[in-house]
DNA sequence: GCGTTACTAGTCAAACTTGATTACCGAACG
DNA sequence: CGTTCGGTAATCAAGTTTGACTAGTAACGC
């Protein structure tokens, strides 16, 4: 599965109520247009969806006050709200290289308690080293990696890169078991939206060089 | 874009000439089906779709030799080869955290010539660095990084796995200057394809602990 | 006043992906 | 000798993603 809907019910949890647009313009607000397929036919199309299937309440609204069609908005459900921690926590717990539900839900951490954050990112590196081992026993025959010829160099590609992984969970986990960032319960919530008719300093257009979306 | 259509042209281009179920095989003896969406549906798609495209001929086949429905067998055209090179040496070059399409032009790396994949690898390291200095730049404002909260720790993330790319990429170019694994034009090719009748040891069913595909 | 540009907000068809399901055949079983 | 089982090979409907496109309003220059 990938990131959009998590990203979508995260934006509209944080605003209370907030409409397509403004959706699309938190997610660019948070590069999320970079590492995820935040696209606006995605975004509208996992509103109207998760609308129909009850996560999210859709109010018929007024002309836009800035221009442009009429806005729908649309405001979390209770039956949302669960299936928005539901994927933070597995996004956090579960290793499988998929980059853009971790990165979503690091985006949305501190909306957990403070030790269960931490709680789960050491199930992570469990995880990883679980996968690890299951991968060097598997793919690793009796035989001796030189029966794999350069198709060995993949399973090195992962391997490696399961281990810069858990390296920087367990900076993280360090930093906020240090006090880092103001998590759930803690007193005033970091806020990762835009305000209305705020600028948005990473507005969509230039890309990173070396890109090929 | 996702690996399957590089897969594909790949799997059938290694064969000569091949059908669905044995492009399938393949795929799931590389692993492909841990790291890539090579699922059915989406091989008889891309195979279908390319044919079209004329990037594959199709011949239609008699009555399968082993029950089931009869098969279609596939070739690849002129244009097939170069659409297969182009997408191996662009996913060796560019930096786009994309791990399937990497994946794959891993596995196919050998095809081209010795020099050509330590130059397209030493790109990749450019345009890894490239890409770094610019998230540096462009992500964390002039008012530091605190700014950015905990949303920091996503392009601290990004960083880490970068560098961890970068470093791996650097011990492949090493190894491969080393004279490890046999290149394009240098005699006996490594062969990564299952042949007819051939038992696959590497099936689908097992799942690794901590996957949530 | 009036065209032109720019921004807001969303829609749409075409392509792709998914997971389940179908259809066919051979072999084993009782 | 029928029937159930397992492997082969592919299809299908439902859901998702994409990139281009539409349509409305405001603001600007002249």
Chains 1, 2 share one sequence.
């Not at 990131?3 to 109520?17: M, P, S, T």
């Not at 835009?194 to 070396?210: F, M, Q, V």
């Amino acid at each position: 599965m990938s990131a959009i809907r998590l990203l979508v019910l995260g934006a509209v949890r944080q605003h209370g109520r907030a409409h397509g647009y403004q959706v699309r313009n938190d997610l660019e607000y948070w590069g999320a247009h970079e590492w995820s397929n935040a696209k606006p036919g995605s975004i509208y199309h996992a509103l109207k969806q998760m609308a129909k299937q009850g996560l999210l309440i859709a109010h018929e609204i007024a002309p836009s006050t800035a221009g442009g069609p009429p806005r729908t908005e649309y405001e979390i459900t209770e039956a949302g709200t669960e299936e928005y921690f539901r994927l933070v926590r597995e996004a956090l717990t579960s290793y499988d290289q998929q980059t853009d539900m971790k990165s979503a839900a690091i985006g949305f951490i501190v909306e957990l308690p403070r030790a269960e954050a931490v709680a789960l990112l050491k199930e992570r590196i469990r995880g990883i080293e679980a996968w690890r081992s299951s991968v060097t026993e598997h793919y690793v025959p009796d035989a001796g990696p030189e029966q794999l010829g350069h198709i060995g160099e993949i399973m090195n590609l992962w391997l490696h890169t399961a281990d810069a992984e858990a390296e920087w969970t367990q900076g993280l986990i360090a930093r906020i078991e240090g006090g880092a960032y103001t998590f759930a319960g803690e007193g005033e919530p970091f806020v990762g939206v835009l305000a209305e008719g705020e600028e948005n300093p990473y507005a969509t257009g230039e890309k990173h060089p070396g890109d090929t979306h």
